[in-house]
């Protein structure tokens, strides 16, 4: 057994020379140049919509419809009457201003900050993804009326409709939770509606529930299990209802949960007919130096164009705690 080893006497340690975060310590710190954020700025809703124009703060158009179905025939030489027609009808909504200030001093933009070039342009990227964060959260939320017409005070902040405000078809969960009853109940409707949903919007919690109803054991399925990867696989990403509509199944991290009420809700809808207008694109506008800073604007202004609101619906009452 070797014996303990000794210090040598005067010896100049790590210790003694100090490192960080000591005070006083002499050797260079080993800081990795990397800026790391784990904040979600996935929009999938916001970044997949088809993207158009807003001419102006009140965004407007128009739905119509066919005359019902009949089954009765037409005499031969049948005298001219008119048809009962419909007219269409506009549908409005009002823009909503999204915006974030910047203002970072120019001592720390000389500054070498790790993994950044520029404090000032490192705030202002975060800033556009806070936004459309701020705008996707907007599109979900569970009262979401907005001031659609416009007539907003000016001193209130415009507010957008969002799916919610538009009156798409609903029906409320049975159980208080996911259940491929409740969604294919509201398929139906939409089918019978005329809609052609491609997607299914969940919240996290709510993907949980939709998983555990259709691929556990108590549902009488069997989990898929990729034998040769020697891998169990618990998700489903595509579903078929009865009508052969076939859902993408997205996950949304900012669809609103519950967890004390039934107040929770997810989306079936069609995805080309949910639209953002931006009345004013996203745009940077640096401000004018008003001492030893840098100043700066993010903003966009866009509304939701919801094409026809039976396009769409949600099974609401969706309790995730």
Not at 81 to 108: A, Y
Not at 156 to 181: D, K, Q, Y
Not at 182 to 203: K, R, Y
Request: proline letters at 5%.
């Amino acid at each position: 057994m070797p014996g303990t080893q000794g210090v040598p006497t005067n010896l100049v340690s790590t210790f003694d020379a100090g490192f960080f975060p000591n005070a006083t310590g002499v050797h260079h710190e080993d800081l990795v140049d990397v800026v790391t954020i784990l904040d979600s700025f996935q929009t999938p809703m916001f970044s997949s919509a088809p993207k158009m124009r807003a001419k102006d703060v009140v965004h407007s158009w128009t739905v119509d419809t066919l005359p019902a179905t009949a089954t009765a025939g037409v005499v031969e030489g049948a005298d001219f009457s008119g048809d009962s027609l419909t007219t269409p009808s506009r549908l409005v909504n009002g823009t909503q201003i999204f915006s974030k200030h910047v203002i970072v001093s120019d001592r720390e933009r000389a500054a070498n900050p790790a993994g950044i070039s520029d404090m000032y342009e490192h705030q202002v990227m975060k800033m556009f993804k806070a936004c459309a964060r701020d705008c996707e959260a907007r599109l979900w939320a569970i009262s979401s009326t907005g001031s659609a017409s416009g007539a907003e005070a000016a001193t209130n902040a415009p507010l957008m409709a969002g799916f919610r405000g538009f009156g798409i078809t609903t029906s409320s969960s049975a159980s208080g939770g996911v259940t491929t009853a409740d969604i294919v109940t509201l398929s139906q409707t939409l089918f019978e509606n005329g809609a052609e949903p491609d997607s299914i919007w969940f919240a996290p919690a709510s993907k949980r529930q939709f998983v555990n109803a259709t691929v556990s054991s108590g549902s009488g399925n069997v989990r898929n299990i990729a034998a040769t990867d020697q891998r169990l696989v618990a998700n489903i990403d595509v579903f078929e209802t009865p009508f052969n509509q076939l859902y993408a199944v997205i996950t949304d991290r900012f669809i609103p949960i519950s967890t004390n009420s039934a107040s929770g809700a997810y989306y079936i809808g069609d995805r080309s007919m949910a639209k953002i207008a931006f009345f004013r694109p996203p745009q940077h506008t640096p401000m004018g130096k008003g001492g030893d800073h840098t100043r700066g604007i993010v903003l966009f202004e866009a509304t939701l164009q919801l094409d026809h609101p039976s396009s769409w619906g949600a099974v609401t009452g969706v309790t995730n705690g």
